[in-house]
Every structure is written in C-alpha cells, then in structure tokens.
C-alpha cells in the first residue's frame, strides 16, 4: 500500500501527467485527421483489420507542428477579442435586437467545403450521392440515387439513405464550440426540391451527459416543380429521436448548445433525387408565442 501511494506521487509521474495535458491541446489540431480514421468504429462484417500499426497513421513533423502552432495561436487572439467584445464577436446592442442572421449560403467551393455528404455506402449499401454548386453559382445541390436494396452481409437490415451534414465548429487548438440559436425561434430556408420528403436534423450537445449528442428531427416536404419556396420551420415543431425512433421523454432544443445541422433522404423509393438549397438562416417570429408543439410530461410526478 505504502509503494502504491509512492508511486503515485512521484514526480515522474506527475510530469508526464501534466505534460501529456498540455501538449494533447497543441497536437490535437496536427493530428485530428489521422486520429480521426484510426479509431473509426465502423468495419464492414467480415472484413480484415488493418495490419498497419495506428502510430504509424500519425504524419508529425517538426515543420508543420509550428505552422499549426502559429495558426492556432492567431485563432485563439480572434476568439479572445470576439468574446470581450460581445457575443460572437458583436456587440450586445446587435445581439438582443438581432431579428434575422444568415448561417449558410452557397456561392463558392469554399462554402461547400463547410459540408459533408454520405450515404448507405459506408454499410455496404449502393446509393449515391453528390454536392456540387447549382446554375450560376448560386446554390447548393444535393443529388443522387436512393437505392434500398439491403447489403448481403447477415447483419444489416435496412438500407437506403443519403445525408449532408454541416462540419461542427472548431475552435483553436481543436476545442469543441457549439452554435448558439437562442436569440431565435425559427429555421428559415430557400430550397427547391423534388417533390420527395426530407428530414432536417439538428444535433445539439447539452449539459446533461444522459441528452449529448441528442437529435431532433422535422419532416420537410418539398412541393417539386420550377419554383424556389421559402420554408420556415418553428423549433418547437422538431421532436426528440433516437435512430429514427422518437423518444418518450420529450423536451425543446437546447439551442444554445447546437453541434450542427443536416439533411437526410431515406423515403424507402428507389429512384433520383435533387434538393437544391440557396440559403439556410434563422428567424425571430415575434408572432409565434409556441414553445413546444409535443406532449410532455414528468416522470416521477409528485402526488
């Protein structure tokens, strides 16, 4: 007992403790790709593991480390005075009269770069899906071929699905930031689609360890035909689900703790399908007073 308690405060260990604590932040941003792919959790049933030893995924180099420090060095100075400043770096007066605000709009390969795609691919499924900037630069759109046809693997059940997502927020040296929409009572958007159903997915990442990374979900219905249509969708009408599952503990979007936002097609229809998106912003309704449009209730009710 006594070399246990020894050993556990020693100074050896310590300094590695402490060092391990202060260079995680620093490398972090150097090597997020490569730890990125080597604790990938997914492999297809009966695939082979990779033989290559994961430390060997890491590229390090004495070069790019200052190159990353610099960069992360001028970040955190930005978020530094944008935080002394006011909320997201604007001042308070802007921020509580703020009625209407932009968070997406596709005019350039760079803000599609701000996007991911994916599909039923990565389970072995055969839909597919592309993002490529619509006519004239002016919007993004999503296009593909939904396939439900099921991988004959004897594990999976169902297929077909295509998605596009928002990459989350990073901060300097690779720490977590999150979207704050609770100035806001509303999702606004300008897309033409085709006719078929999509679901609009936010992800947020409360306080609470037991709702972290909850999602919650809204039906888009897209009428097809020529004509670009704006669609506001209230936050109150998104419900909790789980895998598409809608949970019994239902409550409002935590939206000052937003991971990202995304899309999803899975109607169950083979076939092509096209949803074009010019922009995605928020809006303050001042008219609409509702604050969740689903059934709540309390688990252990007093009597």
Not at 39 to 57: A, C, F, L
Not at 76 to 86: A, S, Y
Not at 118 to 145: F, M
Not at 187 to 203: E, H, K, S, T
Request: charge should be positive; hydrophobic fraction near 30%.
């Amino acid at each position: 007992m006594a070399l246990t308690t020894m050993l556990l405060n020693s100074p050896y260990l310590c300094v590695r403790c402490c060092r391990h604590q202060v260079l995680h932040p620093l490398l972090g941003p150097l090597v997020s790709n490569s730890l990125s792919k080597l604790y990938s959790s997914y492999r297809r049933p009966g695939s082979q593991p990779e033989k290559k030893p994961s430390w060997k995924k890491v590229d390090l180099s004495f070069k790019k480390s200052i190159e990353v420090l610099k960069t992360q060095l001028n970040m955190l100075k930005k978020e530094t005075k944008d935080h002394l400043t006011g909320p997201e770096g604007h001042p308070f007066s802007h921020h509580f009269l703020e009625q209407t605000r932009v968070l997406w709009e596709f005019r350039s390969q760079e803000d599609l770069n701000k996007w991911v795609i994916s599909s039923d691919v990565e389970i072995g499924g055969k839909s597919e899906v592309y993002l490529k900037l619509g006519r004239n630069n002016q919007a993004a759109l999503l296009y593909g071929t939904l396939n439900t046809e099921v991988p004959r693997d004897g594990e999976t059940k169902y297929s077909g699905y295509c998605s596009m997502r928002a990459k989350p927020l990073l901060g300097s040296f690779a720490r977590k930031k999150y979207y704050d929409w609770s100035n806001f009572n509303s999702l606004y958007l300008r897309v033409r689609g085709d006719g078929r159903p999509w679901m609009v997915n936010i992800y947020t990442d409360p306080y609470f360890s037991h709702q972290k990374d909850d999602l919650y979900n809204y039906f888009m219905f897209t009428r097809g035909g020529p004509y670009w249509e704006e669609i506001k969708i209230p936050f109150s009408k998104f419900f909790l689900s789980s895998r598409g599952r809608v949970q019994d503990n239902q409550h409002p979007i935590w939206l000052d703790k937003v991971s990202t936002l995304g899309f999803t097609i899975g109607d169950k229809l083979d076939g092509p399908f096209q949803l074009e998106i010019d922009f995605i912003g928020l809006l303050n309704d001042r008219a609409h007073t509702e604050e969740f449009a689903y059934e709540t209730y309390e688990k252990n009710p007093r009597v």
